[in-house]
């Protein structure tokens, strides 16, 4: 392990998102189906590890030691503890870099700062973080005190005068698309989605602190508040901007992409999952009718890509996994053509690179969903299961 400074190979190779590490994830998926072998896995593996690992306190599920114990944690989809004495070291080092983490947030919080992605998100902060400890570590304390400092995000924090939710960020969510003053994001990648799926999935599996189901609750009604409809069916904001919360209406003209990283798919997977960890089937209904209305010609028109993040494979994947907990057939009578549709654009464009997220080993394990259902759990890295 190592928190020196590393070459640009060593940092992309124990990517998640774009490196070996994601890519052994396919490898993986392969294996465990029987259509590849072990040795292959092997590879890949080496190739992800070959450098010195981050495990320093900037390290998190896409990055460093805890990618690479999520990779591990995959190759064992089938009850047997491959890699089992690297896995537990790799552990050790996600419950340090966890407790960095949480001491950080803690402190920035009582000095009345704002958050930042870095903090909080799936790809690098504490959501990804608790994402991983429910896979691996269910029972630890220190998942418990993450889901504690995630519930608390979800209160409100004033700044100028104005209340704002305690995921505002002060930074842009693209530098090609600034806020100037800061926004809220709703995305599952970067905001509110993603905290309410990870604080549903860990209730769904019994992991439940103080005030966790109060902050689901919340984020139920804050993004029924933000619901938008169009000709297109439902859809949200992808950020909120001071003026949106001022005047109440949002800026942004109409429905973006449908993506899973920030569009309608992966907010109302996260909406089911927070509907199921309540209980609520009238809801669990509601929220199954706009991912389904969402995954019409209109909208995925929109789509400019096929990879995971922000292309068809990821809604693919979001919609398949949202239809085996659905109430009604209406998600999974969908799947078909998604299906071919993936299949029909994969053929002339993978996506950019061999990586994960954006890159043919994504699009790739979600063509295998198509036709077996993941052995390897690698989609849980998504917060869609």
């Known amino acids: 392990m190592s928190s020196e400074t590393l070459n640009?190979?060593?940092?992309?190779?124990?990517?998640?998102s774009r490196g070996a590490a994601g890519v052994a994830l396919l490898h993986i998926e392969r294996a465990l189906s029987g259509t590849e072998d072990w040795q292959n896995v092997h590879a890949h593996l080496r190739q992800a590890t070959s450098g010195r690992i981050v495990a320093a306190e900037h390290a998190g599920l896409y990055y460093g030691a805890p990618a690479l114990a999520f990779v591990l944690h995959a190759a064992s989809g089938d009850g047997k503890r491959r890699y089992r004495s690297t896995a537990a070291r790799l552990d050790g080092f996600v419950l340090r870099i966890a407790c960095l983490r949480l001491a950080a947030a803690t402190a920035r919080m009582d000095r009345g700062e704002p958050a930042t992605f870095q903090e909080y998100d799936l790809f690098s902060g504490l959501i990804g973080i608790a994402a991983l400890l429910l896979r691996r570590m269910p029972e630890s304390d220190v998942l418990a005190r993450v889901l504690q400092h995630l519930v608390r995000l979800t209160h409100s924090r004033?700044?100028?005068?104005?209340?704002?939710?305690?995921?505002?960020?002060?930074?842009d969510p693209d530098p090609i698309l600034p806020t100037p003053d800061g926004h809220a994001n709703l995305g599952m990648a970067h905001g509110a989605a993603g905290l309410l799926a990870?604080?549903?999935l860990a209730a769904r599996h019994g992991c439940v602190v103080r005030g966790q189901r109060e902050a689901i609750?919340?984020?139920?009604?804050?993004?029924?508040?933000?619901?938008?409809?169009?000709?297109?069916?439902?859809?949200?904001?992808?950020?909120?901007?001071?003026?949106?919360?001022?005047c109440g209406q949002v800026t942004q003209p109409g429905p973006g992409r449908p993506s899973w990283c920030y569009g309608a798919p992966g907010i109302t997977r996260a909406l089911q999952l927070a509907a199921i960890a309540l209980g609520d089937r009238a809801r669990h209904r509601a929220v199954?009718?706009?991912?389904?209305?969402?995954l019409n010609a209109g909208q995925l028109r929109q789509l400019s890509d096929v990879g995971l993040c922000h292309g068809l494979a990821g809604v693919y994947q979001t919609a398949y996994r949202a239809s085996q907990d659905a109430l009604s057939g209406e998600i999974a009578a969908r799947l078909p053509e998604l299906a071919s549709l993936l299949i029909e654009q994969a053929a002339s464009s993978c996506g950019a690179g061999a990586g994960l997220l954006t890159g043919e080993a994504g699009v790739r394990l979600a063509m295998a969903a198509t036709h077996t259902p993941p052995r390897s759990g690698w989609d849980s890295c998504l917060l869609i299961t």
């Open 8 to 16: 640009a190979d060593e940092m992309i190779a124990q990517s998640l």
């Open 158 to 171: 004033v700044e100028d005068g104005m209340e704002l939710p305690g995921w505002w960020v002060p930074h």
């Open 217 to 246: 609750g919340f984020l139920l009604s804050w993004f029924s508040r933000w619901r938008q409809i169009s000709a297109d069916g439902p859809w949200w904001p992808q950020w909120l901007t001071r003026e949106d919360l001022r």
């Open 198 to 200: 990870v604080l549903s």
């Open 288 to 294: 199954e009718k706009d991912l389904a209305a969402c």
